[in-house]
């Protein structure tokens, strides 16, 4: 998958997160999570986009870095929503499924990079 394949992916992630989070109910518990989610799930694709604007290897190992970490972030969110009953599992599945792979292919990237480094 090229930088830009990856680039729609992360953005496409982003609007389902933010289409899971209109659908929420209105309570105290579930807006938190809606406000943290809005948050983690769309900093996945700006921080990845600023990774490929990067100057050089360790500049982009650190924004793919941060990447990686709102992305566990995002996953957290989500896992909390299922572990409280508010979503269904069945129905957060194929989006946790999705943050799950990212976050793998995240995690592959800064590897290689700060391998790479020189």
Known sequence: MDANEFKARTKAFAVRVFRLVDTLPETKAAQVVARQLLRC???VGANYRAACRAVSRPSFAAKISIAEEECD???YWLELLIETGIVNEKRLGPL???ARELLGMLVASEKTARRNKT
């Open 96 to 98: 946790l499924a999705e």
């Open 41 to 43: 799930s769309s900093s």
């Open 73 to 75: 972030e995002t996953i």
